[in-house]
Protein backbone atom coordinates (compact mmCIF):
# COMPACT_ATOMS: atom_id res chain seq x y z
CA UNK A 1 0.00 0.00 0.00
CA UNK A 2 2.83 2.54 0.59
CA UNK A 3 3.62 2.23 -2.66
CA UNK A 4 0.84 3.68 -4.19
CA UNK A 5 0.98 6.40 -1.46
CA UNK A 6 4.08 7.63 -2.22
CA UNK A 7 3.34 7.59 -5.77
CA UNK A 8 0.60 9.46 -5.06
CA UNK A 9 2.30 12.65 -2.78
CA UNK A 10 5.26 12.56 -5.05
CA UNK A 11 2.65 13.52 -8.20
CA UNK A 12 3.21 10.18 -9.93
CA UNK A 13 0.81 8.28 -11.80
CA UNK A 14 -1.28 6.01 -9.28
CA UNK A 15 -0.27 2.09 -9.04
CA UNK A 16 -3.52 0.14 -8.66
CA UNK A 17 -4.43 -3.43 -8.84
CA UNK A 18 -8.11 -4.51 -9.98
CA UNK A 19 -10.37 -7.33 -11.17
CA UNK A 20 -10.93 -6.68 -15.09
CA UNK A 21 -12.87 -8.61 -17.91
CA UNK A 22 -10.75 -8.87 -21.12
CA UNK A 23 -14.45 -9.12 -23.23
CA UNK A 24 -17.96 -9.26 -22.70
CA UNK A 25 -17.85 -13.61 -22.64
CA UNK A 26 -14.77 -13.36 -20.24
CA UNK A 27 -14.44 -14.43 -16.75
CA UNK A 28 -13.03 -11.74 -14.56
CA UNK A 29 -8.83 -12.14 -13.93
CA UNK A 30 -6.41 -10.08 -11.27
CA UNK A 31 -5.63 -6.83 -13.45
CA UNK A 32 -2.92 -4.28 -13.14
CA UNK A 33 -3.33 -0.64 -14.34
CA UNK A 34 -2.30 2.91 -13.31
CA UNK A 35 -4.80 5.65 -11.95
CA UNK A 36 -4.22 9.40 -12.47
CA UNK A 37 -1.66 11.15 -10.24
CA UNK A 38 -3.11 13.15 -7.67
CA UNK A 39 -4.37 16.39 -8.82
CA UNK A 40 -5.00 19.13 -6.28
CA UNK A 41 -8.98 18.81 -5.57
CA UNK A 42 -8.25 15.13 -5.64
CA UNK A 43 -8.40 12.84 -2.97
CA UNK A 44 -6.83 8.96 -3.09
CA UNK A 45 -9.28 6.12 -1.44
CA UNK A 46 -8.49 2.80 -0.13
CA UNK A 47 -11.05 1.05 -1.05
CA UNK A 48 -12.65 -1.54 1.52
CA UNK A 49 -15.87 -2.72 0.06
CA UNK A 50 -17.29 -2.24 -3.54
CA UNK A 51 -21.01 -3.45 -4.13
CA UNK A 52 -22.38 -5.53 -7.54
CA UNK A 53 -24.82 -3.15 -9.24
CA UNK A 54 -26.90 -5.30 -12.10
CA UNK A 55 -25.45 -2.25 -14.20
CA UNK A 56 -22.19 -3.73 -13.70
CA UNK A 57 -23.11 -6.70 -15.56
CA UNK A 58 -24.96 -5.17 -18.37
CA UNK A 59 -21.91 -3.02 -19.18
CA UNK A 60 -19.42 -5.98 -18.71
CA UNK A 61 -21.11 -8.02 -21.35
CA UNK A 62 -21.36 -5.32 -23.45
CA UNK A 63 -25.42 -5.21 -23.02
CA UNK A 64 -26.06 -1.46 -23.43
CA UNK A 65 -22.67 -0.74 -25.93
CA UNK A 66 -19.87 -2.12 -26.70
CA UNK A 67 -17.99 -1.61 -23.39
CA UNK A 68 -14.17 -0.35 -22.91
CA UNK A 69 -11.95 -3.47 -22.02
CA UNK A 70 -9.98 -4.39 -19.97
CA UNK A 71 -12.95 -3.43 -17.93
CA UNK A 72 -13.10 -2.74 -13.75
CA UNK A 73 -16.46 -2.18 -12.68
CA UNK A 74 -18.21 -1.26 -9.52
CA UNK A 75 -19.82 2.12 -8.91
CA UNK A 76 -20.57 1.68 -5.06
CA UNK A 77 -17.51 2.11 -3.44
CA UNK A 78 -16.20 2.97 -0.24
CA UNK A 79 -13.30 3.39 1.80
CA UNK A 80 -10.34 4.81 3.72
CA UNK A 81 -8.76 8.22 2.29
CA UNK A 82 -5.13 7.92 2.38
CA UNK A 83 -3.48 11.26 0.39
CA UNK A 84 -5.42 14.40 -0.42
CA UNK A 85 -4.41 16.73 -3.14
CA UNK A 86 -2.98 20.05 -1.87
CA UNK A 87 -6.04 22.51 -2.41
CA UNK A 88 -8.87 19.53 -0.90
CA UNK A 89 -11.08 21.31 2.04
CA UNK A 90 -13.33 17.98 2.25
CA UNK A 91 -11.62 15.19 3.94
CA UNK A 92 -8.08 14.69 6.09
CA UNK A 93 -6.06 11.36 5.38
CA UNK A 94 -7.71 8.77 7.63
CA UNK A 95 -11.68 10.06 6.95
CA UNK A 96 -13.90 7.60 5.05
CA UNK A 97 -15.40 8.51 2.18
CA UNK A 98 -17.94 7.17 -0.72
CA UNK A 99 -17.65 7.26 -4.94
CA UNK A 100 -20.33 6.21 -6.71
CA UNK A 101 -20.93 6.37 -10.71
CA UNK A 102 -19.76 9.70 -11.38
CA UNK A 103 -15.80 10.85 -10.64
CA UNK A 104 -16.42 14.28 -12.54
CA UNK A 105 -18.29 16.78 -14.43
CA UNK A 106 -17.85 20.73 -15.78
CA UNK A 107 -18.61 22.04 -12.47
CA UNK A 108 -20.01 25.50 -14.46
CA UNK A 109 -23.31 24.31 -16.42
CA UNK A 110 -26.64 24.76 -14.95
CA UNK A 111 -27.39 21.58 -14.41
CA UNK A 112 -23.73 21.17 -12.57
CA UNK A 113 -24.87 24.47 -10.39
CA UNK A 114 -27.61 22.73 -9.24
CA UNK A 115 -25.91 19.82 -8.49
CA UNK A 116 -27.36 17.21 -11.10
CA UNK A 117 -24.11 16.52 -12.09
CA UNK A 118 -24.91 13.63 -14.08
CA UNK A 119 -26.78 15.41 -16.93
CA UNK A 120 -23.87 17.92 -17.07
CA UNK A 121 -24.74 20.09 -20.01
CA UNK A 122 -21.47 20.27 -21.49
CA UNK A 123 -20.94 16.23 -21.80
CA UNK A 124 -17.92 16.16 -18.91
CA UNK A 125 -20.12 13.66 -17.10
CA UNK A 126 -17.33 11.11 -15.91
CA UNK A 127 -19.13 7.84 -14.94
CA UNK A 128 -16.43 5.46 -12.74
CA UNK A 129 -15.99 2.99 -14.88
CA UNK A 130 -15.91 2.21 -18.68
CA UNK A 131 -16.04 5.99 -20.06
CA UNK A 132 -13.19 8.21 -21.55
CA UNK A 133 -11.95 10.80 -19.27
CA UNK A 134 -11.77 13.93 -20.62
CA UNK A 135 -10.05 15.50 -17.54
CA UNK A 136 -7.25 12.97 -18.07
CA UNK A 137 -6.50 12.95 -21.66
CA UNK A 138 -9.10 10.71 -22.68
CA UNK A 139 -7.85 7.64 -20.52
CA UNK A 140 -10.39 4.76 -19.61
CA UNK A 141 -12.08 4.95 -15.89
CA UNK A 142 -11.50 2.08 -13.95
CA UNK A 143 -14.24 1.28 -11.15
CA UNK A 144 -14.33 0.08 -7.85
CA UNK A 145 -13.32 -3.65 -8.39
CA UNK A 146 -9.81 -2.61 -7.55
CA UNK A 147 -7.84 -2.51 -4.57
CA UNK A 148 -7.71 2.20 -5.01
CA UNK A 149 -9.59 5.20 -6.64
CA UNK A 150 -8.12 8.74 -7.15
CA UNK A 151 -11.29 11.11 -7.50
CA UNK A 152 -12.06 14.96 -7.31
CA UNK A 153 -13.48 15.80 -3.55
CA UNK A 154 -17.00 17.13 -5.00
CA UNK A 155 -17.41 13.42 -6.22
CA UNK A 156 -16.81 11.69 -2.87
CA UNK A 157 -19.21 12.14 -0.09
CA UNK A 158 -18.41 12.00 3.29
CA UNK A 159 -19.26 9.07 5.70
CA UNK A 160 -18.64 9.13 9.44
CA UNK A 161 -16.23 7.41 11.57
CA UNK A 162 -18.78 4.82 13.12
CA UNK A 163 -20.35 3.88 9.45
CA UNK A 164 -20.68 0.41 8.42
CA UNK A 165 -18.59 0.46 5.70
CA UNK A 166 -19.78 -2.93 4.04
CA UNK A 167 -23.18 -1.01 4.07
CA UNK A 168 -22.38 2.04 2.81
CA UNK A 169 -21.48 1.07 -0.38
CA UNK A 170 -24.52 0.28 -2.19
CA UNK A 171 -25.93 2.80 -0.90
CA UNK A 172 -23.80 5.12 -3.27
CA UNK A 173 -25.49 3.18 -6.39
CA UNK A 174 -29.18 1.32 -5.45
CA UNK A 175 -29.24 4.06 -2.28
CA UNK A 176 -29.38 7.68 -4.20
CA UNK A 177 -30.73 5.69 -7.70
CA UNK A 178 -34.09 4.79 -5.60
CA UNK A 179 -34.06 7.69 -3.19
CA UNK A 180 -34.05 10.07 -5.77
CA UNK A 181 -37.31 9.53 -7.73
CA UNK A 182 -38.96 9.41 -4.03
CA UNK A 183 -38.17 12.55 -3.47
CA UNK A 184 -38.87 14.15 -6.85
CA UNK A 185 -41.95 12.70 -7.11
CA UNK A 186 -42.57 14.49 -3.64
CA UNK A 187 -43.51 11.38 -1.25
CA UNK A 188 -45.41 11.61 1.66
CA UNK A 189 -47.20 9.76 4.66
CA UNK A 190 -50.59 8.04 2.90
CA UNK A 191 -49.24 7.92 -0.40
CA UNK A 192 -49.07 4.57 -2.12
CA UNK A 193 -45.81 3.75 -3.82
CA UNK A 194 -45.27 0.32 -6.22
CA UNK A 195 -41.77 -0.81 -6.55
CA UNK A 196 -41.57 -3.32 -9.44
CA UNK A 197 -38.54 -5.28 -9.21
CA UNK A 198 -37.26 -6.34 -5.71
CA UNK A 199 -33.57 -6.67 -6.24
CA UNK A 200 -30.50 -4.17 -4.68
CA UNK A 201 -32.83 -1.09 -5.94
CA UNK A 202 -35.98 -1.99 -5.01
CA UNK A 203 -35.27 -2.97 -1.87
CA UNK A 204 -34.01 0.12 -0.92
CA UNK A 205 -37.23 1.34 -2.43
CA UNK A 206 -39.30 -0.21 -0.57
CA UNK A 207 -37.12 0.84 2.85
CA UNK A 208 -37.26 4.25 1.86
CA UNK A 209 -40.65 4.78 1.01
CA UNK A 210 -41.74 2.79 3.99
CA UNK A 211 -39.66 5.54 6.03
CA UNK A 212 -41.74 8.50 4.55
CA UNK A 213 -44.62 7.27 5.33
CA UNK A 214 -45.85 5.68 2.32
CA UNK A 215 -48.25 2.40 1.85
CA UNK A 216 -45.62 0.32 -0.19
CA UNK A 217 -46.17 -2.63 -2.51
CA UNK A 218 -43.81 -4.98 -4.70
CA UNK A 219 -44.25 -6.49 -7.96
CA UNK A 220 -42.03 -9.01 -8.47
CA UNK A 221 -41.99 -12.04 -10.83
CA UNK A 222 -42.66 -14.69 -8.32
CA UNK A 223 -43.40 -15.02 -4.34
CA UNK A 224 -39.85 -16.13 -2.82
CA UNK A 225 -38.75 -13.04 -1.21
CA UNK A 226 -42.47 -12.06 -0.44
CA UNK A 227 -41.59 -12.90 3.15
CA UNK A 228 -38.31 -10.52 2.79
CA UNK A 229 -41.01 -7.71 1.31
CA UNK A 230 -43.18 -8.08 4.24
CA UNK A 231 -40.41 -7.81 6.54
CA UNK A 232 -39.57 -4.80 5.60
CA UNK A 233 -42.74 -2.85 5.45
CA UNK A 234 -44.55 -3.68 2.00
CA UNK A 235 -48.24 -4.22 2.42
CA UNK A 236 -48.02 -6.97 -0.13
CA UNK A 237 -45.79 -8.55 -3.23
CA UNK A 238 -48.01 -9.19 -6.53
CA UNK A 239 -47.01 -11.00 -8.91
CA UNK A 240 -49.39 -10.02 -11.39
CA UNK A 241 -50.07 -6.53 -12.77
CA UNK A 242 -53.22 -7.68 -14.36
CA UNK A 243 -55.48 -4.52 -12.93
CA UNK A 244 -58.23 -6.94 -11.90
CA UNK A 245 -55.75 -8.70 -9.44
CA UNK A 246 -53.72 -5.66 -7.98
CA UNK A 247 -56.67 -3.58 -6.32
CA UNK A 248 -54.64 -0.18 -5.58
CA UNK A 249 -53.84 2.06 -7.78
CA UNK A 250 -50.46 4.20 -6.89
CA UNK A 251 -49.15 7.89 -6.60
CA UNK A 252 -45.54 6.67 -7.62
CA UNK A 253 -44.34 2.87 -9.22
CA UNK A 254 -40.65 2.91 -9.10
CA UNK A 255 -39.44 0.55 -12.13
CA UNK A 256 -36.27 -1.31 -11.57
CA UNK A 257 -36.78 -4.38 -14.10
CA UNK A 258 -33.70 -4.61 -15.94
CA UNK A 259 -35.17 -7.20 -18.22
CA UNK A 260 -37.98 -7.04 -21.04
CA UNK A 261 -41.37 -6.34 -19.85
CA UNK A 262 -44.81 -4.01 -20.46
CA UNK A 263 -44.41 -0.61 -19.67
CA UNK A 264 -47.95 -0.05 -20.17
CA UNK A 265 -49.06 -2.46 -17.67
CA UNK A 266 -47.72 -0.47 -15.10
CA UNK A 267 -49.27 3.03 -16.04
CA UNK A 268 -52.55 1.26 -15.95
CA UNK A 269 -51.90 0.91 -12.05
CA UNK A 270 -51.14 4.75 -12.07
CA UNK A 271 -54.05 7.07 -10.15
CA UNK A 272 -54.89 10.05 -12.57
CA UNK A 273 -51.43 12.26 -12.03
CA UNK A 274 -49.63 9.52 -11.21
CA UNK A 275 -46.29 9.08 -12.38
CA UNK A 276 -43.87 5.81 -13.18
CA UNK A 277 -40.52 6.17 -13.01
CA UNK A 278 -38.23 4.51 -14.91
CA UNK A 279 -34.93 3.77 -13.17
CA UNK A 280 -34.53 0.22 -14.42
CA UNK A 281 -32.08 -0.12 -17.65
CA UNK A 282 -32.91 -3.57 -19.82
CA UNK A 283 -30.60 -4.46 -22.23
CA UNK A 284 -30.66 -3.02 -25.42
CA UNK A 285 -31.57 -5.72 -27.81
CA UNK A 286 -34.71 -5.87 -25.26
CA UNK A 287 -35.15 -2.43 -24.33
CA UNK A 288 -38.97 -1.88 -23.82
CA UNK A 289 -40.93 0.78 -25.55
CA UNK A 290 -44.04 3.01 -25.36
CA UNK A 291 -46.62 3.75 -27.67
CA UNK A 292 -47.80 7.38 -27.92
CA UNK A 293 -51.02 6.52 -27.97
CA UNK A 294 -50.91 4.67 -24.43
CA UNK A 295 -49.71 7.66 -23.11
CA UNK A 296 -52.61 9.83 -24.78
CA UNK A 297 -55.28 7.38 -24.21
CA UNK A 298 -54.03 7.01 -20.21
CA UNK A 299 -53.68 10.98 -20.02
CA UNK A 300 -52.85 12.79 -16.79
CA UNK A 301 -50.60 10.10 -15.86
CA UNK A 302 -46.47 10.93 -15.91
CA UNK A 303 -43.92 8.80 -17.47
CA UNK A 304 -39.97 9.90 -16.74
CA UNK A 305 -36.95 8.62 -16.27
CA UNK A 306 -34.24 8.88 -13.53
CA UNK A 307 -30.61 8.60 -13.56
CA UNK A 308 -28.58 8.05 -10.18
CA UNK A 309 -28.70 11.51 -8.36
CA UNK A 310 -26.64 14.59 -7.96
CA UNK A 311 -23.81 15.04 -5.89
CA UNK A 312 -25.83 17.01 -3.03
CA UNK A 313 -28.55 14.47 -2.94
CA UNK A 314 -26.34 11.66 -2.29
CA UNK A 315 -24.52 12.92 0.50
CA UNK A 316 -27.91 13.65 2.03
CA UNK A 317 -29.39 10.44 1.02
CA UNK A 318 -26.43 9.24 2.85
CA UNK A 319 -27.33 10.99 5.58
CA UNK A 320 -30.74 9.95 5.86
CA UNK A 321 -29.84 6.08 5.63
CA UNK A 322 -27.75 6.13 8.66
CA UNK A 323 -29.39 8.51 10.52
CA UNK A 324 -32.45 6.22 10.19
CA UNK A 325 -30.11 3.10 9.99
CA UNK A 326 -32.07 2.27 6.20
CA UNK A 327 -29.12 -0.09 5.25
CA UNK A 328 -29.42 -2.65 2.22
CA UNK A 329 -29.37 -6.24 2.56
CA UNK A 330 -25.81 -7.45 1.95
CA UNK A 331 -23.96 -10.66 1.12
CA UNK A 332 -20.43 -10.22 1.32
CA UNK A 333 -17.89 -12.12 -0.88
CA UNK A 334 -14.49 -11.99 -2.31
CA UNK A 335 -13.10 -11.17 -5.70
CA UNK A 336 -13.02 -15.04 -6.95
CA UNK A 337 -16.78 -14.84 -6.51
CA UNK A 338 -17.73 -11.91 -9.30
CA UNK A 339 -18.50 -14.54 -11.96
CA UNK A 340 -21.01 -16.76 -9.81
CA UNK A 341 -22.37 -13.41 -8.54
CA UNK A 342 -23.34 -12.06 -11.96
CA UNK A 343 -24.63 -15.38 -13.16
CA UNK A 344 -27.00 -15.70 -10.15
CA UNK A 345 -28.11 -12.03 -11.01
CA UNK A 346 -29.22 -12.79 -14.08
CA UNK A 347 -30.86 -16.80 -13.73
CA UNK A 348 -32.70 -14.89 -10.42
CA UNK A 349 -30.71 -16.84 -7.88
CA UNK A 350 -29.28 -13.45 -6.59
CA UNK A 351 -31.25 -12.12 -3.29
CA UNK A 352 -30.56 -8.59 -3.16
CA UNK A 353 -26.93 -6.68 -3.06
CA UNK A 354 -23.84 -8.55 -3.52
CA UNK A 355 -20.62 -6.96 -1.64
CA UNK A 356 -16.93 -7.38 -2.11
CA UNK A 357 -14.66 -6.93 0.33
CA UNK A 358 -11.64 -5.59 -1.30
CA UNK A 359 -8.82 -6.14 1.26
CA UNK A 360 -9.72 -10.07 1.78
CA UNK A 361 -9.96 -10.31 -2.07
CA UNK A 362 -6.17 -9.40 -2.43
CA UNK A 363 -5.37 -10.95 0.49
P1 LIG B 1 -31.06 -6.69 -9.40
O1 LIG B 1 -30.72 -7.79 -10.32
O2 LIG B 1 -30.47 -6.66 -8.04
O3 LIG B 1 -32.64 -6.59 -9.21
C1 LIG B 1 -33.53 -6.66 -10.26
C2 LIG B 1 -34.79 -7.33 -9.77
O4 LIG B 1 -35.78 -7.26 -10.80
C3 LIG B 1 -34.60 -8.80 -9.46
O5 LIG B 1 -35.13 -9.07 -8.18
C4 LIG B 1 -35.40 -9.51 -10.56
O6 LIG B 1 -36.06 -10.65 -10.11
C5 LIG B 1 -36.44 -8.49 -10.87
N1 LIG B 1 -37.03 -8.67 -12.19
C6 LIG B 1 -36.42 -9.04 -13.35
N2 LIG B 1 -37.28 -9.02 -14.36
C7 LIG B 1 -38.48 -8.68 -13.83
C8 LIG B 1 -39.77 -8.50 -14.39
N3 LIG B 1 -39.99 -8.68 -15.69
N4 LIG B 1 -40.78 -8.13 -13.56
C9 LIG B 1 -40.56 -7.93 -12.24
N5 LIG B 1 -39.35 -8.08 -11.66
C10 LIG B 1 -38.33 -8.45 -12.46
O7 LIG B 1 -30.70 -5.34 -10.17
P2 LIG B 1 -30.43 -3.88 -9.58
O8 LIG B 1 -31.49 -3.58 -8.61
O9 LIG B 1 -29.00 -3.74 -9.23
O10 LIG B 1 -30.63 -2.99 -10.91
C11 LIG B 1 -31.90 -2.94 -11.54
C12 LIG B 1 -31.82 -2.15 -12.83
O11 LIG B 1 -31.60 -0.77 -12.54
C13 LIG B 1 -30.72 -2.57 -13.79
O12 LIG B 1 -31.22 -2.52 -15.11
C14 LIG B 1 -29.67 -1.50 -13.58
O13 LIG B 1 -28.85 -1.32 -14.70
C15 LIG B 1 -30.54 -0.30 -13.37
N6 LIG B 1 -29.89 0.81 -12.67
C16 LIG B 1 -30.23 2.08 -13.07
C17 LIG B 1 -29.70 3.16 -12.43
C18 LIG B 1 -30.13 4.53 -12.81
O14 LIG B 1 -29.47 5.48 -12.41
N7 LIG B 1 -31.20 4.70 -13.53
C19 LIG B 1 -28.70 3.00 -11.37
C20 LIG B 1 -28.49 1.63 -10.99
C21 LIG B 1 -29.04 0.58 -11.64
P3 LIG B 1 -35.51 -12.13 -10.32
O15 LIG B 1 -34.79 -12.38 -9.03
O16 LIG B 1 -36.74 -12.92 -10.49
O17 LIG B 1 -34.61 -12.12 -11.51
ZN1 LIG C 1 -25.39 0.98 -10.11
Avoid at 165 to 182: D, H, Q, R, W
Wanted: some cysteine; charged content about 25%; hydrophobic content about 35%.
Amino acid sequence: MQNYISEALSGKRISAKGFAVADKNAKFKPYDFSRHALGEKDILIEILFAGICHSDVHSAKSEWHEGIYPMVPGHEIAGRVIAVGSQVSKFKVGDYAGVGCMVNSCGECEACKKSQEQFCMNGKTTFTYDCKDSFHNNEPTYGGYSNNIVVHEHFAVCVPSDAPLEKVAPLLCAGITTYSPLKFSQIKAGDKVGVAGFGGLGSMAVKYAVKMGAEVYVFARNDKKKEEALKMGAKALYTSTKPSEVKERFDLIISTIPTAYKVSEYIDLLKYGGELAIVGLPPAEVMPQISIDTLVFKAGKKVYGSLIGGMKETQEMLDFSLQHKIYPETEIITADKIDEAYDNLTSGKAKFRYVIDMKKSFS
